[in-house]
């Protein structure tokens, strides 16, 4: 169990390490922009990137989920049928990637007057359609590492992009002075300088042949996903652009602020999703019982870490944010609420996971699409007295309902031994506490937030969340980790 849970722990640290260094990038880059632009101005730029985000679900097609599960139906020997896979799934994404970069091309104004509320910010639909077919590649790509296990090379490859895309936006922003369209050009170079890397580091990995069984194998399983991909970027998104119809670009731009906290804790979810998917279908390949277990004891953990992490953006989002924002001052509102809702999602990570192993995939659809209704419901009734807190409250709700849903079902096609009581009284625990985070500014408040953090770690021995087994494990794992994380 130790010597599995440390693998899984060492795959997590390196892709963290790239996590890291993009919300570095990250933090230089929202102080610039956030003095650059206007409130209105950043709700733009916010609009064009959940657009891009939500085409790349589209292009996607579910190739990438669908290419990991065909990967390991093969043997490491079975060298020719992984290329065909990989080369199938790239193929087909690209395409239909170019073929929606071409219709937003096409329609540029409607989309732009409909989107951005102006038909003046068409250039901005263009960008976004021309980043598109580069995204695709680049994110697939980085999708060959990802099964390769080449957790460095995938580092390079997001960290190389997101620099590239950070510095040359800032520049073209700051000394050029091109609006939001400075940023989508570098968004654009970053995402081709991404592919650069990745090109002769998994040109070996991905076969010239395509095969017809494999894609049909593939959209058999990735084109349930679709709808759960889209219904998961409404979650992430929608309630950007609902606030946009029912509030203003200013609350957009105040949101967009304080969910760049929650993205701090996102990209730690990712970093572990982008670990624990090819780690734990490998290992279901090869030792199921062993799996299972490994699987039981990671959810409490997953649990605990993202919580405290929380705890942390949480509670001192407001005295960052006099920082690195000061004329968002209201974005420290939502960013406990939305906080507690990425580390719902990052929990449904491992709890989903039996849904995949047993390739009923339809289920993510059903739940993902029964979430966002319900985040959509929730916006319309609770944006219009709350604001952008209403949108936080309905984002969280959709995250936790949508958990809850995962595991249920995964528990009834693959049971598994979770601890929920543990996990429940983690997240209950950690709510209790995020609400200090609304303090005023002043040592002494500071001095209590604090005191909130320690509270927490207490309580979860005090309510037999953390015991002896627990501790042994982390400094276990703390301790293999430590003198060799440099060579993961």
């Not at 849970?5 to 890291?20: F, I, P």
């Not at 003046?120 to 590492?145: F, G, H, W």
């Not at 095969?211 to 349930?224: D, K, N, Q, T, W």
């Not at 670009?249 to 979810?269: C, E, N, S, T």
């Amino acid at each position: 169990m130790k010597q599995r849970l440390y693998s899984l722990a060492r795959q997590t640290l390196v892709y963290g390490v790239s996590a890291a260094a993009l919300q570095i990038v990250g933090v230089i880059t929202l102080p610039v922009f956030a003095r650059t632009f206007t409130p209105s101005e950043y709700g733009v730029l916010e609009i064009a990137t959940a657009a891009l985000a939500a085409m790349l679900v589209i292009a996607d097609l579910g190739m990438a989920s669908a290419s990991q599960r065909s990967y390991f139906d093969y043997l490491d020997e079975h060298v020719h049928e992984r290329r065909a896979v990989m080369a199938t799934a790239l193929a087909t994404s690209l395409a239909t990637a170019s073929l929606l970069a071409a219709v937003l091309i096409v329609f540029r104004e409607p989309i732009a007057d409909w989107l951005l509320h102006s038909a003046d910010e068409a250039d901005v639909v263009v960008l976004v359609a021309l980043c598109l077919p580069v995204a695709i590649l680049a994110l697939l790509l980085r999708e060959v590492m990802r099964l390769r296990f080449m957790p460095w090379l995938y580092s390079l490859s997001s960290i190389a992009g997101a620099v590239v895309a950070a510095a040359l936006g800032i520049g073209l922003v700051v000394a050029a002075d091109t609006g939001v369209e400075g940023v989508l050009i570098g968004v654009l170079a970053g995402h081709g300088v991404s592919v650069l890397v990745g090109i002769p580091a998994t040109a070996r990995h991905v076969g010239r042949r395509l095969s017809r069984p494999e894609l049909r194998v593939m959209l058999a399983y990735g084109l349930p996903l679709l709808p759960a991909a889209a219904a998961m970027w409404g979650l992430a998104f929608v309630d950007r652009v609902l606030l946009s119809r029912l509030a203003d670009l200013d609350d957009v731009g105040q949101y967009a602020v304080g969910a760049r906290f929650a993205a701090v804790l996102m990209l730690v979810v990712t970093a572990f999703g982008l670990a624990y998917t090819p780690y734990m279908l490998s290992m279901f390949a090869e030792d199921r019982e062993v799996e299972k277990q490994v699987r039981g004891r990671t959810l409490t953990y997953v649990a605990i870490v993202l919580t405290a992490i929380s705890l942390v953006l949480a509670l001192f989002a407001r005295e960052i944010a006099t920082i690195v924002a000061p004329d968002f001052t209201q974005a420290y509102e939502v960013v406990g609420i939305l906080c507690l809702g990425v580390s719902a999602f990052g929990i449904s990570t491992v709890a989903m996971a039996g849904i995949s192993l047993v390739r009923k995939t339809g289920y993510y659809a059903a739940f993902s699409l029964t979430a966002l209704a319900f985040n959509v419901g929730l916006c319309f009734a609770l944006i219009p007295p709350l604001g952008a807190v209403g949108a936080a409250l309905a984002a969280a709700a959709a995250y936790a309902l949508l958990t809850g849903l995962y595991y249920h079902r995964s528990q009834v096609l693959y049971p598994t031994p979770y601890e929920p009581r543990k996990v429940i009284a983690v997240l209950v625990l950690g709510a209790a506490v995020v609400p200090l985070g609304l303090l005023p500014l002043g040592p002494g408040f500071v001095a209590l937030k604090v005191a909130g953090l320690v509270a927490f770690a207490v309580a979860l021995f005090a309510v037999r969340v953390v015991g002896r087994l627990e501790l042994m494990e982390l400094k276990s794992l703390v301790g293999r980790l430590t003198p060799r994380a440099s060579g993961a």
